[in-house]
């Protein structure tokens, strides 16, 4: 079955940047799939879910909200099947457990088990 | 931009119904997608395309869409039931979530 496997947790200082990954497994892309991707939501603790963006690597087409724009790159390794969220310039307000999620036309089937970023001083 | 509205939380005994409504400007117009979160956990799908069961999550879930409402169902819920509840949509390329309902049983 599909899963998605994340990189552990991180503690970065304020100022910093961090890097995500997201290795999927058990299936296998196959080029046409124009509407696959992968997705990054983050939940801060205690919030509810916050939608980053998503990368369709068949397209090499991206798509940030506008909160992350400039702060954040995705980017996917298509001979590893791996999914990357790179954050920059961390802030306080960055501590949070981000998910991947893959996704299939516009559904968000799989999710990642979530990485815990902290920015500490 | 797009926003979608959800009720912080949604208190039922078990065997009742439990709604779920998440609202937004025409939102019958949109597809929604509902996911349920425990406490620690991955989210994962319950509901996709306003009404259609993913593979593996009981009949008790539906959904429905129409005006500015969509609503997810749980009918005899079940304690296993108690999570947070969120709704999804895409709005030109971008992912818009409800801000999740907290569901007691």
């Known amino acids: 079955q599909v899963r998605l496997v994340q990189s552990g947790g991180e503690v970065k200082n304020h100022g910093a940047s961090v890097k995500v990954s997201c290795k999927a497994s058990?299936?296998?892309?196959?080029?046409?799939?124009?509407?696959?991707?992968f997705t990054w939501v983050r939940q801060a603790p205690g919030q509810g879910l916050e939608w980053m963006g998503w990368?369709?690597?068949?397209?090499?087409?991206?798509n940030y909200a506008r909160k992350f724009q400039g702060r954040v790159t995705m980017t996917t390794d298509a001979s590893t099947n791996t999914a990357y969220m790179e954050l920059r310039s961390l802030q306080f307000d960055d501590t949070a457990v981000y998910y991947c999620?893959?996704?299939?036309?516009?559904?968000?089937?799989?999710w990642g088990q979530g990485t815990l970023v902290t920015v500490s001083s | 931009s797009y926003e979608l509205s959800q009720r912080p939380s949604v208190s039922v005994s078990p065997g009742q119904t439990a709604t779920i409504t998440c609202s937004g400007d025409?939102?019958?117009?949109?597809?929604v997608s509902w996911f349920q979160q425990k406490t620690g956990r991955s989210p994962v799908l319950v509901m996709f395309q306003d009404s259609r069961r993913p593979s593996g999550i009981p009949e008790r879930f539906s959904g429905s869409n129409s005006g500015n409402t969509a609503t997810l169902t749980i009918s005899g819920t079940q304690t296993m039931d108690e999570a947070d509840y969120y709704c999804l949509i895409w709005d030109s390329s971008t992912g818009v979530f409800g801000g999740g309902t907290k569901l007691t049983v």
């Open positions: 999620a893959r996704v299939v036309g516009e559904l968000l089937d799989n």
């Open positions: 025409e939102l019958h117009n949109r597809f």
């Open positions: 058990g299936y296998t892309p196959t080029k046409f799939e124009s509407s696959f991707g």
């Open positions: 990368i369709n690597p068949h397209i090499s087409h991206t």
